[in-house]
C-alpha cells in the first residue's frame, strides 16, 4: 500500500491563479481531510469528507473548495490564490471505526507571491 | 474556543533520559488522544492514541491520560537523538470523531 499519496510536492502560484492540490488513499478509508499548517503552528483542519459525495467544512475553509466522488480521492482546490494561503497542506484519511486515527500524506509545500 | 495547549519548548534531555511532554485541553467532551511525532520537513505520524484514563505503553512510549484533569503526556523512556523532533498533541472534538484539534507541538532535542 502507498497510503495516502499528495501532488504536487511543492509548488508557487501567483496572486490570483488557481490550483487544485490531489490526495489519494489506497486504504479504503471512508474519512479524508485537509489541513494546513504554518510556520510553528499545530494543523488546522481545512475541509473533510465521512465518504464520497459528502463533504464538511473545518475551522479555516475560506479560499478553498473540495470534492469527493470517489473513496479514493479528495481534491483540494484553491481559487484566486492568496498571500495569505502560503501554507504546507497535508491530507490525511482514517477509518470509519472508533479509533479515529487519522493517517498523513507527506504534504504540498505552497508558496503564493 | 476549543484548544489544545503544549509547551513550544524547546525541550533539551541528554541521550538515555526520559523525556515528558505535556498537553491540556479545554473541551471536555473530547474522547480520543492522539501523540504524532513530526521531524523537520515531513509529515505528521502518529505514534500513540489513548482512550481511557491512565496509562498505555508503546515500546519506550508511554501515554497517559487524565480526563477530570483534561490532561495527556507522553513519556519516552531511553531517549534517543533519533527522538529529536516536534510532538503533536491532537484531541477530537466531536462525537463523531471526524475532527482532530491539534497543538502546536513542542520541540524536543536529544543530545548526544
Known amino acids: 500500500n502507498a497510503g495516502v499519496t499528495q501532488t504536487p510536492k511543492f509548488r508557487i502560484l501567483k496572486i490570483g491563479q488557481s490550483m487544485t492540490l490531489q490526495c489519494t488513499q489506497d486504504m479504503n478509508h471512508n474519512y479524508m481531510y485537509w489541513y494546513r499548517q504554518d510556520p510553528g503552528m499545530g494543523l488546522k483542519l481545512i475541509y473533510y469528507s465521512v465518504g464520497a459525495g459528502i463533504t464538511d467544512k473545518g475551522e479555516v475553509p475560506n479560499g478553498y473548495n473540495v470534492s469527493r466522488s470517489t473513496t479514493e480521492d479528495f481534491p483540494l482546490r484553491l481559487e484566486l490564490a492568496a498571500p495569505s494561503q502560503t501554507s504546507v497542506y497535508f491530507c490525511?484519511?482514517?477509518?470509519?471505526?472508533?479509533?479515529?486515527?487519522?493517517?498523513f500524506g507527506p504534504g504540498t509545500r505552497l508558496t503564493v507571491t | 474556543q476549543k484548544e489544545v495547549e503544549q509547551n513550544s519548548g524547546p525541550l533539551s534531555v541528554p541521550e538515555g533520559a526520559i523525556a515528558s511532554l505535556n498537553c491540556t485541553y479545554s473541551d471536555r467532551g473530547s474522547q480520543s488522544f492522539f501523540w504524532y511525532r513530526q521531524y523537520s520537513g515531513k509529515s505528521p505520524e502518529l505514534i500513540m492514541s489513548?482512550?481511557?484514563?491512565g496509562d498505555k505503553e508503546d515500546g519506550r512510549f508511554t501515554a497517559q491520560l487524565n480526563k477530570a484533569s483534561q490532561y495527556v503526556s507522553l513519556l519516552i523512556r531511553d531517549s534517543q537523538p533519533s527522538d529529536s523532533a516536534t510532538y503533536l498533541c491532537a484531541v477530537t472534538t466531536d462525537q463523531a470523531g471526524t475532527a482532530l484539534i491539534f497543538g502546536k507541538g513542542t520541540t524536543l532535542s536529544v543530545s548526544s
Open positions: 490525511a484519511s482514517s477509518y470509519r471505526d472508533n479509533s479515529y486515527e487519522q493517517y
Open positions: 489513548i482512550y481511557s484514563n
